[in-house]
């Protein structure tokens, strides 16, 4: 299969808290990749950490990555309705990316 | 910049019909690729160019499916004949260095009934 496994596949959380997103790979990746997707829309690129990084921030977005585990995790912190949305880790291997199955955040008001 | 831009946005057609995507990178990007999105597979890769020359095809499913692409401004997937498990959403995604960040297109909504 070209995916791998992200958990949850769904969560729900009111607006202020903060969402957890794992994602876990098999084989040996070049960089990591997170994206985001709204409904009906294309994916956008959010945030990548490379191999030999563990930790990266963006804004509100933190995210970690343990090579000897094989997985990341994508934090948001401090939700707003407007992050509501599908997010996917994409891993970089040789020449292509492959996504994950996605996770699907919906924030209430 | 105008982004990677695909059409049509929205395809109906019938069982056994010709169906050709189009797509336009982002201009000085080398690197294309066509993924395939539905609710049961997810985004699955179906094959990539690098300065205009397929690399990977392995993702394509079956010889119905070719993908072409002419010069660096334009590429083509092309189904015949289609049919109705071929409804999916085909993104086009460009980059301007294999490795590094994906830039999506809006997609194209197909539906074969």
């Known amino acids: 299969s070209q995916q791998g496994e992200e958990d949850p596949q769904a969560l729900s959380i009111q607006e202020g808290e903060n969402a957890t997103m794992n994602c876990s790979y098999k084989?040996?990746?070049?960089?990591l990749q997170w994206y985001r997707q709204n409904s009906g829309r294309g994916l956008v690129h959010l945030i990548l950490?490379?191999?030999?990084?563990r930790e990266k921030h963006s804004g509100r977005l933190r995210v970690t990555l343990d090579t000897s585990k094989k997985s990341s995790s994508l934090l948001i912190t401090a939700s707003r309705a407007a992050d509501t949305a599908s997010y996917f880790c994409a891993r970089h291997n040789t020449d292509k990316l492959i996504f994950g199955t996605g996770t699907r955040l919906q924030v209430f008001p | 910049d105008a982004g990677v831009i695909q059409s049509p946005r929205h395809e109906v057609t019938e069982m056994g019909q010709e169906v050709t995507l189009r797509c336009k990178p982002i201009?000085?990007?080398?690197?294309l690729f066509w993924y395939r999105q539905t609710m049961m597979r997810g985004l699955e890769l179906l094959i990539y160019?690098?300065?205009?020359?397929?690399?990977?095809d392995s993702g394509m499913p079956e010889d119905r499916f070719s993908a072409k692409m002419p010069n660096a401004s334009f590429s083509t997937l092309k189904i015949q004949p289609s049919e109705p498990r071929d409804s999916a959403v085909y993104f086009c995604?460009?980059?301007?260095?294999?490795?590094?960040?994906?830039?999506f297109g809006e997609g194209s909504r197909l539906t074969v009934l």
């Open positions: 084989t040996s990746i070049n960089n």
């Open positions: 201009s000085g990007h080398n690197s």
């Open positions: 950490i490379r191999s030999n990084e």
């Open positions: 160019f690098n300065n205009n020359v397929p690399i990977d």
């Open positions: 995604a460009s980059n301007r260095d294999s490795t590094g960040e994906l830039f």
